[in-house]
């Protein structure tokens, strides 16, 4: 793609506090319940059968040698609903790495941003047995390259627009208050010598970062579809048993 964004920038609009943005772990039973509530969801379910994730390698994602808590990963949420890059629409991020300083001033312009190589769709039950059970073949799951040419970079502005346009329930409420959603690199206590990210990205065998759409029905006002980080191995299988992830959902 890699061409000049159409639509004018998009404010991140009253960032939430520091406090609000810290991320945290989660058990595996909780990812499954919010990407079965999103392969279920009236409207997004046939949206997020196309594209329920997508992968990075790690150091695209954030840098294994970046270890500052401050910093974190920005994953912007795009919809490339009417576009030839891909056959359907598809949700995809696009991600880029920011310091909490600088969130309060940035805006999704003209800057280029990470894409995924890789988009996944899901052709299995929507139960938990199904969920589970795709989480830990992943490398056995169906995937397409996600942009023609191996493009690794785009501006998304018009993309990260496109989605602030779909993401209506049926009472017109949009599914999220913001248009992204952000992974800082915090420690989650104070036995933690190093941040979340920082773990995440440096677990041994990690070569890719996978993340899946999830819908969280409690955070009706808030963020209700969510982001769930899975850092994987070479042959796309997750890695489950350290660290899974999800983005906080900020009121």
Known sequence: MNQPSKTSAISLNQPPSTL???SGKIELVIAQKDIEAILNHEKLGSIIELSIGGSMPKEDFFSSKLTDTNSGVMMWYCYNGENSLTPEPRLFLAAETMYLDEINNKA???QKLTTPTAIFSYDGN???QGVNAYLREASL???MYAFPMGIKEMSAADLNQSFAEMQKDAQG???N???WAYFQNNKEDEHDSEGLLTQLVNQENAVYIHYYFGYDE???GKNRIRVILIAADKDHQNIMNVIVQRSTPPA
Request: charged content about 20%.
């Open 173 to 175: 409420e949009n599914f």
């Open 108 to 110: 999704l312009g003209n």
């Open 141 to 143: 799951q169906p995937f």
């Open 218 to 220: 409690t955070a009706f």
């Open 177 to 179: 208050t913001r248009t």
């Open 20 to 22: 609000e943005l810290m």
């Open 126 to 128: 929507k139960n938990s």
